[in-house]
């Protein structure tokens, strides 16, 4: 029992010995503070999300623009919305951030700072959906860089129904001059007596090109076939057929083959003077047309009357292949 008791006391000072000489030949190990924090930036705070600050707000500033608005269909709409989300920040977006900068910080959608393209898609957000605007972003409009503004005032506007800056067709001369001047002409459209809208014919918004390319290859956004018979047998209903015996160019290249759509010096907006100097453009002996020739009792020279008094119906006929009455 000594003994081992002897043994035991003697290891121990032993491992206890050996720990003190390892300790001492070691250096002193020096604890540094970490610079991982300093080095690391402190992350940024985040921004916080702008909120709906109703339109009673906006009104504080913008009383004069608020007042011709509330008349319009787009505040009338946002009234069914929700409260806090109606009037201009249904357009514009959330405004708290706006306000609390005193006006400095603009709103989510300042609409006079942002593109063509970035107010057209704002206001597709809501229009899209009607089959009216549907083709927009693809029209001939866009693609030349008009914009929703451009045509459209959304706090002005005293067209209650569109909308629309000016009152056709003011609107579209400001760009399309040269149509200005066929209207004016002895037999026109009755567009300038506010009869016929420039609308009435075409959409501009847009339409899908196999159905709006006239045979030169222009796309002018009809509403109608490629032949354009579609839009003007809107109102020409007598010439819309179908007929037993059909005259083939009405059927394959449309009324602009023989018509000046918009106006003319010449009755029926013909795109001659003579009717027979337009008839002679296919119905001659040359071996290329395909249209039949004149008949040799038709003397141009002594006989020169209008083909259309014996040829009445030379759209189209139920009773006769040569077109009589």
């Avoid at 977006?93 to 306000?99: D, E, F, L, N, Q």
Wanted: proline residues 7%; glycine residues 8%; neutral net charge.
């Amino acid at each position: 029992m000594g003994s081992n008791y002897k043994w035991q006391k003697w290891s121990m000072a032993a491992v206890l010995g050996v720990a003190g000489l390892i300790t001492t030949q070691l250096p002193a190990r020096t604890v540094r503070p970490s610079t991982n924090a300093a080095q690391k930036p402190a992350a940024p705070a985040a921004k916080a999300a702008a909120e709906y600050v109703g339109m009673d707000t906006c009104k504080t500033c913008h009383a004069d623009v608020d007042k011709q608005w509330e008349s319009t269909p787009h505040y009338k709409m946002l009234q069914f919305k929700q409260k806090s989300k109606q009037g201009c920040e249904g357009c514009h977006g959330p405004g708290s951030i706006h306000v609390a900068s005193g006006g400095q910080t603009p709103v989510p959608y300042d609409f006079p700072k942002m593109t063509e393209q970035a107010i057209s898609e704002r206001c597709l957000a809501c229009h899209q959906s009607r089959h009216e605007n549907m083709e927009f972003m693809t029209s001939v409009h866009f693609r030349q860089g008009v914009g929703c503004t451009d045509c459209h005032s959304i706090h002005q506007s005293t067209d209650r129904e569109t909308l629309l800056a000016k009152p056709q067709p003011e609107l579209c001369y400001g760009c399309h001059r040269e149509i200005q001047p066929l209207l004016r002409m002895p037999f026109h459209h009755r567009v300038n007596e506010g009869m016929v809208r420039c609308t009435d014919c075409h959409n501009p918004h847009g339409a899908l090109a196999s159905a709006s390319i006239e045979p030169g290859g222009q796309n002018k956004q009809l509403r109608s076939s490629p032949q354009g018979t579609a839009v003007c047998t809107t109102c020409h209903v007598d010439k819309a057929g179908p007929f037993v015996f059909e005259h083939e160019p009405v059927v394959t290249d449309g009324c602009l083959d023989c018509h000046v759509p918009h106006g003319s010096p010449n009755p029926h907006m013909l795109k001659v003077a003579n009717v027979n100097q337009l008839c002679l453009q296919c119905h001659t002996g040359s071996t290329v047309s395909n249209a039949p020739g004149i008949p040799s009792f038709h003397n141009q020279t002594t006989q020169f009357q209008s083909c259309t008094l014996c040829h009445t119906q030379i759209h189209g006929s139920n009773f006769s292949p040569d077109f009589f009455k």
